[in-house]
């Protein structure tokens, strides 16, 4: 029986577009043989909208996209140089809003260094691990103020928000996700020797979530120490479990040594279901490459594959996955355009 | 003439004592040729007394270790598992206190990849760069707080304070420094587009301050695309000027791919010489290596290089640093003690 997902596309800046759109030739392809009717509409949203009409996600668009099974996203974000765009308007008006309002709290970003890409670390050894970030506390929440805005007595503070209830959700997630795996291996990654009221709650949670895992085993580092070993012994990390900023920084690392972020995919994940999830690469819009067919689209193709994990069609999934690793391993050094990259993907899934 | 310098001695925890006792000697090695007479007080400080005694650092400790001209620090913090010392209550009450006591704004942390010196980068290139970090302010002020502790509404916050003063008196040391250097580049890393208040704050300092450096190239990267650099490209970097927390990350990084955290020197500067300045490894005590001579002292003996540098003995400093150099050079792959490795750049200094 046919089975139809109604998934909002926001192609977004840069080279969202071009990528975005290989990524769905991907699905298109895969769908078929899954029995998958992807009924897709298109949002225009990102700087260009914002510069044009003013709006960046109207409470129209929001509920629009909520009413949808899932999002496929690009890039967001115009030219970093721009002023009318200063201050992330644009990341914290559409990106960070989405995760927030569809309270995406698993932010997953799996790190897997494929056969035959090259790293740039010497001897990477085989890595293989997930960050399980949280996406909707810590730092990212915007509550952060100043006074005397522009006078040597200007103070500006940000404040970290951690609680309970979001940060046990996560940890079990991360949990479960580590009994799924077959290393069962959790890395709590914190900085609890300063950020201690954080620290402490995060430490107690994973403490005390750790006893319905015994399977599981758990391991803390600081965040600094935590990006040494992902230079020297990456292949010691199975899933990582940490706040939103300290996330976002080991994730941009993780992708730098398993093949650069062209190829780190994520998903914004509600596990409840209330919300949609929503599933993009890791990289950014990359205004000053866009719309020449230089970007790889191969993180946002990745996407489309834990897009459909999450919808529960693991065998398409893995088909994706692995159309993406033996396209990658015969790589070279030979540049191909956007769409070379989609062509010789889509040529995979129709061989297999 | 020769000059007395007072020189306060905190070998700490863990391998603290070991390395320190090969960096004075390095230090007793130059000063002789320097004409300088380093008269020194040694400070029984860390987990170990504060497990006996129950102090961590008194008034009465401050005000003798303020009086010195300098101080050169081991490591601090004691077995990390052990519950008695948990939420970092050394690491803050000892080191982030001396810190903010004795205002020491400015913690310089230069990353060089000395010639031989293996990195876990395939391509590495010229690595020659140093981190100007805050140290008296950002998410390290202690600003944090949690209620309903232990139940399921806890919350726990943590501030990240940044004023005007503080920014723009370590940026100023940072374009200076910039200003001195043959590449004359500063990079401010930040997270401007999510952490808004403060990042607006970095920014504005910066490019207001730089209008005083027209000679200094200016450039800007967000705190996660900065790790994806340091392992793709770190020759890109000369100056980098950053905040507390993202100092502490990047400096890791820095020291990871640079031949590893035993290497990495630093100083905690009040550059304005109200209070003494202090030396210290990067790394910390690694309880679980000490009291064996396995641990590499050479951060230690680098960080005496900046203490030289900072008293205005740069030809004494420079001395130190080569040897360093040539003994790095000429390590292979061949296990040394801790005193074997002091004794070979004594000797080195005792040649040249
Ligand atoms: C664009 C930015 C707000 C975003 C983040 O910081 O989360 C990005 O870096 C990411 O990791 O998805
Ligand atoms: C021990 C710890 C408090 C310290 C810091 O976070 O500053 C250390 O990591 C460092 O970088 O000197």
Do not use: C
Not at 26 to 48: C, I, Q, R
Not at 143 to 157: C, D, S
Request: hydrophobic share 45%; no cysteine.
């Amino acid at each position: 029986m046919t089975r139809t997902v109604r998934l909002a596309v926001i192609p977004g800046d840069g080279i969202g577009p071009e990528v975005v759109q290989q990524a769905v030739r991907v699905l298109d392809a895969v769908a078929a043989s899954a029995d998958l009717l992807v009924e897709k509409t298109s949002f225009s949203l990102g700087a260009a909208r914002y510069l044009e009409t003013g709006d960046i996600l109207t409470d129209d668009d929001l509920a629009a996209i909520a009413g949808h099974d899932a999002i496929l996203l690009g890039a967001v974000g115009g030219d970093p140089r721009d002023p009318r765009l200063a201050g992330g308007i644009i990341e914290r008006g559409l990106l960070l809003k989405l995760r927030f309002a569809l309270d995406h709290y698993v932010n997953l970003r799996p790190t897997v260094l494929y056969p035959a890409v090259p790293s740039p670390l010497a001897n990477p050894g085989e890595v293989d691990f997930v960050v399980v970030r949280e996406g909707t506390e810590g730092p990212y929440v915007g509550n952060g103020g100043a006074i005397r805005v522009g006078t040597p007595a200007e103070i500006a503070n940000e404040v970290s928000v951690n609680t309970a209830f979001g940060v046990e959700r996560l940890v079990r997630y991360a949990f479960a996700k580590a009994a799924s795996r077959p290393r069962k291996k959790l890395t709590l990654v914190h900085k609890t020797n300063v950020l201690v009221f954080a620290g402490s709650l995060w430490q107690r949670t994973v403490d005390r979530v750790s006893a319905e895992f015994p399977g599981v085993a758990v391991d803390y580092l600081h965040v600094d120490a935590a990006t040494i070993f992902l230079v020297q012994d990456p292949a010691r990390f199975d899933v990582i479990v940490t706040d939103n900023l300290f996330g976002d920084i080991l994730t941009d690392l993780a992708g730098a040594i398993s093949g650069g972020i062209g190829l780190a995919a994520s998903g914004n994940i509600n596990p409840d279901g209330v919300f949609p999830s929503m599933f993009e690469p890791v990289h950014g819009s990359a205004p000053d490459i866009a719309g020449k067919q230089l970007a790889d689209p191969t993180a946002a193709i990745l996407s489309v594959s834990l897009l459909l994990d999450h919808l529960g069609l693991g065998e398409a999934a893995a088909r994706v996955t692995a159309a993406v690793a033996a396209d990658v391993a015969s790589r070279g050094g030979a540049a191909r355009t956007t769409a070379e990259v989609g062509d010789a993907i889509v040529a995979r899934l129709a061989e297999d």
